[in-house]
């Protein structure tokens, strides 16, 4: 089963790197607000170049004056299954998938969204299913903040690294 890895990136603003191991590479998006369980909501998922895998098991810090620059916590991973083949529901603009992970399982989906300026934007949605949670249920990332790599918070990385 390929892999997926979400790293809590806190650069120039805080934001959660999601990452599906597609064709030998990480397929990467920025989600901005960082995923949600709460069924239908939506999260903006900016596209963003493919990492290497070796990359999904990176926690610490970049430092200033790199590209990425600020602490990067391992939020969760796991495997990810596609719902048919992921190469093409890429290119098409909608993938379906299910997450096993520590902190996300279930099914989501990825739409990208109308074409607007040079980033390529697509929104990351939780599926109704029994991994969801209900709108008024407490924020998973408020609840669980700590990296599954270290235990730590990305504040604690962060101080640790200076």
Same mark, same amino acid.
């Given at each position: 089963?390929?892999?997926?890895?979400?790293?809590? +990136?806190?650069?120039?603003?805080?934001?959660?790197?999601?990452?599906?191991?597609?064709?030998? !590479?990480?397929?990467?998006?920025?989600?901005?607000?960082?995923?949600?369980?709460?069924?239908?909501?939506?999260?903006?998922?900016?596209?963003?170049?493919? +990492? &290497?895998?070796?990359?999904?098991?990176?926690?610490?810090? =970049?430092?200033?004056?790199?590209?990425?620059?600020?602490?990067?916590? $391992?939020?969760?991973?796991?495997?990810?299954?596609?719902?048919?083949?992921?190469?093409?529901?890429? &290119?098409?603009? $909608?993938?379906?998938?299910?997450?096993?992970?520590?902190?996300?399982?279930?099914?989501?989906?990825?739409?990208?969204?109308?074409?607007?300026?040079?980033? !390529?934007?697509?929104?990351? =949605?939780? &599926?109704?299913? &029994?991994?969801?949670?209900?709108?008024?249920?407490?924020? $998973?990332?408020?609840?669980?903040?700590?990296?599954?790599?270290?235990?730590?918070?990305?504040?604690?990385?962060?101080?640790?690294?200076?």
């Amino acid at each position: 089963m390929p892999s997926f890895v979400v790293q809590k +990136h806190a650069a120039r603003r805080l934001h959660y790197d999601f990452r599906l191991e597609v064709g030998g !590479v990480l397929k990467s998006w920025a989600v901005t607000r960082g995923p949600s369980l709460v069924a239908g909501e939506k999260r903006l998922a900016i596209e963003v170049e493919d +990492h &290497a895998l070796s990359y999904g098991s990176f926690e610490g810090v =970049i430092p200033a004056g790199s590209y990425g620059a600020g602490a990067v916590l $391992l939020w969760d991973r796991g495997t990810w299954e596609p719902d048919g083949d992921p190469v093409a529901g890429l &290119a098409a603009g $909608l993938l379906r998938f299910h997450l096993d992970g520590a902190k996300l399982t279930g099914g989501w989906r990825l739409a990208r969204m109308a074409p607007r300026g040079r980033q !390529v934007s697509w929104l990351l =949605i939780k &599926a109704a299913d &029994a991994a969801a949670r209900p709108r008024d249920a407490p924020d $998973l990332l408020e609840e669980c903040p700590l990296s599954v790599l270290s235990g730590r918070t990305i504040e604690a990385l962060a101080a640790d690294a200076s």
